[in-house]
């Protein structure tokens, strides 16, 4: 698949993301806390709903007790507008609930102020 250059880093702030086209795909362009950028296709796994109109969030961490939850991982997470999936940017776009599934996911690189997707 050819390269293309989806937005501007200037686009995108720290923990917000955006749908763009690469060729005839919609993508979903995410760019986390620490400024990296990634891609995935723009469709949750579950029923189709596009990613973009979910939201960039964190992830909670079972303590052990019953009810002591510790939110983290802010901006490192897609979850779904429709029914709450959640997938990890920064591990290839797997299913939090269910890391054996994924996103499809492209290769992305940054030069001078242009995003570059790729395959
Ligand atoms: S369509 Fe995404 S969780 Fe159902």
Same mark, same amino acid.
């Given at each position: 698949?050819?390269?293309?250059?989806?937005?501007?880093?200037?686009?995108?702030?720290?923990?917000?993301?955006?749908?763009?086209?690469?060729?005839?795909?919609?993508?979903?362009?995410? *760019?986390?806390? &620490?400024? +990296?950028?990634?891609?995935?296709?723009?469709?949750?796994?579950?029923?189709?709903? /596009?990613?973009? $109109?979910?939201?960039?969030?964190?992830?909670?961490?079972?303590?052990?007790?019953?009810?002591?939850?510790?939110?983290?991982?802010?901006?490192?997470?897609?979850?779904?507008?429709?029914?709450? *999936?959640?997938? &990890?940017? +920064?591990?290839?776009?797997?299913?939090?609930?269910?890391?054996?599934?994924?996103? /499809?996911?492209? $290769?992305?690189?940054?030069?001078?102020?242009?995003?570059?997707?790729?395959?």
């Amino acid at each position: 698949m050819k390269e293309q250059v989806v937005c501007k880093t200037t686009e995108l702030e720290p923990g917000e993301m955006k749908a763009a086209n690469l060729g005839k795909q919609n993508v979903l362009v995410c *760019r986390t806390l &620490d400024g +990296k950028f990634y891609a995935f296709l723009n469709q949750c796994n579950h029923q189709g709903a /596009p990613l973009d $109109k979910g939201m960039i969030c964190g992830a909670t961490t079972d303590k052990s007790k019953p009810g002591d939850y510790h939110y983290c991982r802010k901006g490192e997470i897609i979850r779904c507008p429709w029914h709450g *999936r959640e997938f &990890d940017i +920064k591990d290839e776009g797997r299913m939090l609930a269910n890391p054996s599934k994924k996103l /499809p996911s492209y $290769k992305v690189r940054v030069e001078d102020e242009d995003v570059i997707v790729y395959k």
